[in-house]
C-alpha cells in the first residue's frame, strides 16, 4: 500500500497475487466511499493514492483518463464510477448485504437524490457557487429534510436499519467533510436538532463505527486542501 500520493515519474508499485487494489486520493470523497465498502467488508485489498495535479504515466495505462476511484480486482477486472465499483463489491462479496430487497428501490432513489447536494458542495469547494452562504445552507437543509423524513418513517439508526447499508456508506463522505464549508466561507453554522433529531441520530451512529473511524478525514485538514486546490499547489502528504 503507497501511503504517499505518486505522481509522474512514479514507478507503479508492484500488484499483490490474489489481492484487488483501489486506486485512491485521501481527500477524495467518492474514493473514500469504496474505502468504507472494502473495509466494512474486510476484502483484502491494498490502496494506491495518486497525485490528481501531477498523475503517473502508468495510470493512464488503467484508465484513460486516469481518474479515481479506479478498482482493479484481484482477477484484473477495472471498475471505475464510484457507485458501479461499490456496487460491484457488494455482488462479489455479499457479507454484508448493503442493500435489502424490501427497501432497494427507494434507497436508490435517496442516493440519486443526494446527488443534488453533492452537486451544491462541489459547486461550493471550486467556487461555482456565488451566492451568499445562508441561501446555500437554506438549500442544502432543505434538501436533507427527505433524509430526515425517511429516517422517521424506517424508525431506525442507519438507513439500513440496525447497522449501516449502502445509503449510509454512499452518504457519509459529505457529511463528514461538511463542515469544511464554514471554515472556507468563515460562517458558522449547524444543522437544528430539533429539526432533524433523527440525522443527528445518524450521524453520532456512523462517526462511531469501526470501519468509519479507520479512514476518517477532517473536515479541517479537508479545508486546507480545498485551499491547497485553489493555489493550484496541492502537497497532498503534509497537510
Same mark, same amino acid.
Given at each position: 500500500?503507497?501511503?504517499?500520493?505518486?505522481?509522474?515519474?512514479? $514507478?507503479?508499485?508492484?500488484?499483490?497475487?490474489? /489481492?484487488?487494489?483501489?486506486?485512491?486520493?485521501?481527500?477524495?470523497?467518492? !474514493?473514500?466511499?469504496?474505502?468504507?465498502?472494502?473495509?466494512?467488508? $474486510?476484502?483484502?485489498?491494498?490502496?494506491?493514492?495518486?497525485?490528481? /495535479?501531477?498523475?503517473?504515466?502508468?495510470?493512464?495505462?488503467?484508465?484513460?483518463?486516469?481518474?479515481?476511484?479506479?478498482?482493479?480486482?484481484?482477477?484484473?477486472?477495472?471498475?471505475?464510477?464510484? %457507485?458501479?465499483?461499490?456496487?460491484?463489491?457488494?455482488?462479489?462479496?455479499?457479507?454484508?448485504?448493503?442493500?435489502?430487497?424490501?427497501?432497494?428501490?427507494?434507497?436508490?432513489?435517496?442516493?440519486?437524490?443526494?446527488?443534488?447536494?453533492?452537486?451544491?458542495?462541489?459547486?461550493? #469547494?471550486?467556487?461555482?457557487?456565488?451566492? /451568499?452562504?445562508? $441561501?446555500?445552507?437554506?438549500?442544502?437543509?432543505?434538501?436533507?429534510? $427527505?433524509?430526515?423524513?425517511?429516517?422517521?418513517?424506517?424508525?431506525?439508526?442507519?438507513?439500513? +436499519?440496525?447497522?449501516?447499508?449502502?445509503?449510509? %456508506?454512499? #452518504?457519509?463522505?459529505?457529511?463528514?467533510?461538511?463542515?469544511?464549508?464554514?471554515?472556507?466561507?468563515?460562517?458558522? !453554522?449547524?444543522?437544528?436538532?430539533?429539526?432533524?433529531?433523527?440525522?443527528?441520530?445518524?450521524? +453520532?451512529?456512523?462517526?462511531? /463505527?469501526?470501519?468509519?473511524?479507520?479512514?476518517?478525514?477532517?473536515?479541517?485538514?479537508?479545508?486546507?486542501?480545498?485551499? !491547497?486546490?485553489?493555489? +493550484?499547489?496541492?502537497?497532498?502528504?503534509?497537510?
Amino acid at each position: 500500500m503507497s501511503s504517499l500520493h505518486l505522481a509522474d515519474g512514479s $514507478e507503479k508499485p508492484a500488484e499483490v497475487e490474489g /489481492q484487488g487494489r483501489l486506486y485512491s486520493m485521501t481527500y477524495c470523497p467518492f !474514493a473514500h466511499r469504496i474505502r468504507l465498502v472494502l473495509s466494512l467488508k $474486510e476484502v483484502p485489498h491494498d490502496i494506491v493514492n495518486i497525485n490528481l /495535479q501531477n498523475k503517473p504515466q502508468w495510470l493512464f495505462e488503467i484508465h484513460p483518463d486516469g481518474k479515481v476511484p479506479t478498482y482493479v480486482d484481484a482477477d484484473g477486472t477495472v471498475i471505475t464510477d464510484s %457507485i458501479v465499483v461499490a456496487n460491484y463489491l457488494d455482488e462479489k462479496y455479499p457479507e454484508p448485504p448493503l442493500y435489502n430487497d424490501e427497501t432497494k428501490s427507494r434507497d436508490l432513489e435517496l442516493l440519486d437524490h443526494f446527488s443534488k447536494i453533492m452537486d451544491t458542495f462541489a459547486n461550493c #469547494i471550486f467556487g461555482k457557487d456565488k451566492r /451568499q452562504f445562508e $441561501e446555500i445552507f437554506t438549500e442544502v437543509t432543505d434538501d436533507l429534510q $427527505e433524509f430526515e423524513d425517511e429516517l422517521n418513517v424506517r424508525k431506525t439508526t442507519f438507513f439500513g +436499519g440496525s447497522n449501516p447499508n449502502m445509503v449510509d %456508506i454512499l #452518504i457519509w463522505p459529505w457529511f463528514e467533510r461538511a463542515k469544511a464549508l464554514t471554515l472556507l466561507y468563515k460562517q458558522r !453554522a449547524s444543522l437544528d436538532k430539533e429539526r432533524f433529531p433523527r440525522i443527528m441520530e445518524w450521524v +453520532g451512529g456512523m462517526k462511531n /463505527q469501526p470501519f468509519v473511524l479507520k479512514h476518517r478525514c477532517s473536515y479541517d485538514k479537508f479545508a486546507k486542501f480545498v485551499e !491547497a486546490i485553489r493555489t +493550484g499547489n496541492v502537497d497532498y502528504d503534509n497537510l
